[in-house]
């Protein structure tokens, strides 16, 4: 009798086990996500981005790069090589973006130069109201 009791235990104790593994990651994806929120709009001042200069940030997790394009203005675009995803560098004496894992080149456009990227970095709206540029 203490037999079956016991195995009677270890089939409960292992079902249960069995539902909350199913459980667990159920309510996991039904619950809403915990953490920092997505970045939704960033505000930067124009005296941190001067002509010829860039300056890297996060906008809704993606890295971005702002430049200063000297006779053409402010642009931002994505850092992520559109190749295989690694992080563009910008390169301000040749006024480029270089791709560091495959020798990816684009212009301060976001075209690509030359190198395995099939095609431009995507490139976020900015505006200028005042002193400060706003991506967002
Ligand atoms: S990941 Fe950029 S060139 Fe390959």
């Not at 490139?123 to 005042?130: A, N």
């Given at each position: 009798m203490k037999r079956r009791r016991f195995l009677k235990s270890m089939l409960a104790l292992l079902g249960s086990t069995t539902l909350l593994s199913f459980l667990y990651p159920l309510l996991r994806f039904i619950a809403p996500p915990t953490g920092e929120a997505r970045v939704e709009r960033i505000v930067i001042p124009k005296d941190e981005v001067p002509t010829g200069g860039a300056k890297e940030v996060v906008y809704r997790e993606t890295p971005v790069i702002?430049?200063?394009r000297p006779g053409k203005g402010y642009i931002a675009l994505s850092r992520v090589c559109t190749h295989l995803g690694c992080l563009v560098e910008y390169d301000g004496r040749k006024g480029r973006l270089i791709c560091p894992c495959h020798a990816g080149v684009f212009s301060l456009d976001g075209v690509v130069l030359s190198g395995p990227p099939p095609k431009p970095l995507p490139?976020?709206?900015?505006?200028?109201?005042?002193e400060n540029i706003l991506i967002g």
């Open positions: 702002i430049i200063n490139r976020f709206s900015l505006r200028i109201e005042g």
